[in-house]
């Protein structure tokens, strides 16, 4: 085996990948277990959607060129879909939303059509309020009411959204609508035994 990593070593050719693990305490019996196993991994390590766990790791890749190019090739690689994962614009999205850029947040959403794909990706309430919070803090007041409404026409009974059109009108200087949708949480969630009411009956007080 020493040999044969040698000859690779002294021989290199794109068409081969291999690596060379010594498994000190497995037998001619139980190696096929991880070596098949990471052969699998190895070959098919491109077919899962790509995650980046910071925008610098995702700038030192490519950016949005080199995401395409990378789709693309895996798509001609194994004959499927060459469109960008919807896992990775969620990833992308949230990534944009946890460092604040909100640059490359509006960017994305042109790029993916993006209020249409948080409109059918999203099953849960609490990311149209979170998505609408980040619109709302970059001052941009229309696209945040359009995500809440985008939420409400899914969720209708969701507590959280109402809670969040509160906050939204109570930003605008609106006492009477924040007011409506607030008693409209409090309502949602004293019906479904919610956790968050005490919260919400808090924001209700601060506009007396």
Same mark, same amino acid.
């Given at each position: 085996m020493y040999e044969l990593d040698s000859l690779f070593l002294q021989n290199k050719t794109e068409y081969i990948s291999w690596k060379f693990s010594l498994l000190e305490n497995e037998n001619h019996y139980s190696t096929p277990l991880f070596t098949i196993n990471e052969g699998l991994k190895s070959f098919f390590s491109d077919f899962g959607p *790509?995650? /980046? /766990?910071?925008l610098n790791e995702f700038k030192d890749f490519g950016g949005l060129p080199a995401l395409k190019k990378h789709y693309a090739k895996r798509g001609e690689k194994y004959q499927i879909d060459n469109e960008i994962h919807d896992d990775t614009k969620h990833? *992308? /999205?949230l990534q944009s939303v946890k460092e604040n850029d909100f640059e490359l947040f509006q960017e994305l959403i042109k790029e993916f059509d993006g209020k249409t794909f948080i409109a059918?990706?999203?099953n849960q309430?609490?990311?149209f309020t979170r998505f609408s919070t980040f619109y709302l803090s970059n001052e941009s007041s229309a696209d945040a009411i359009e995500i809440l409404e985008l939420g409400l026409s899914?969720?209708?009974q969701a507590s959280i959204i109402h809670n969040e059109m509160g906050n939204y009108f109570k930003t605008k200087g609106q006492v009477k609508e924040a007011k409506e949708w607030y008693n409209k949480a409090i309502r949602i969630a004293e019906m479904n035994h919610e956790k968050e009411l005490f919260d919400y009956k808090i924001n209700l007080d601060s506009l007396r």
């Amino acid at each position: 085996m020493y040999e044969l990593d040698s000859l690779f070593l002294q021989n290199k050719t794109e068409y081969i990948s291999w690596k060379f693990s010594l498994l000190e305490n497995e037998n001619h019996y139980s190696t096929p277990l991880f070596t098949i196993n990471e052969g699998l991994k190895s070959f098919f390590s491109d077919f899962g959607p *790509l995650r /980046f /766990f910071s925008l610098n790791e995702f700038k030192d890749f490519g950016g949005l060129p080199a995401l395409k190019k990378h789709y693309a090739k895996r798509g001609e690689k194994y004959q499927i879909d060459n469109e960008i994962h919807d896992d990775t614009k969620h990833y *992308l /999205f949230l990534q944009s939303v946890k460092e604040n850029d909100f640059e490359l947040f509006q960017e994305l959403i042109k790029e993916f059509d993006g209020k249409t794909f948080i409109a059918n990706y999203y099953n849960q309430a609490h990311w149209f309020t979170r998505f609408s919070t980040f619109y709302l803090s970059n001052e941009s007041s229309a696209d945040a009411i359009e995500i809440l409404e985008l939420g409400l026409s899914k969720f209708p009974q969701a507590s959280i959204i109402h809670n969040e059109m509160g906050n939204y009108f109570k930003t605008k200087g609106q006492v009477k609508e924040a007011k409506e949708w607030y008693n409209k949480a409090i309502r949602i969630a004293e019906m479904n035994h919610e956790k968050e009411l005490f919260d919400y009956k808090i924001n209700l007080d601060s506009l007396r």
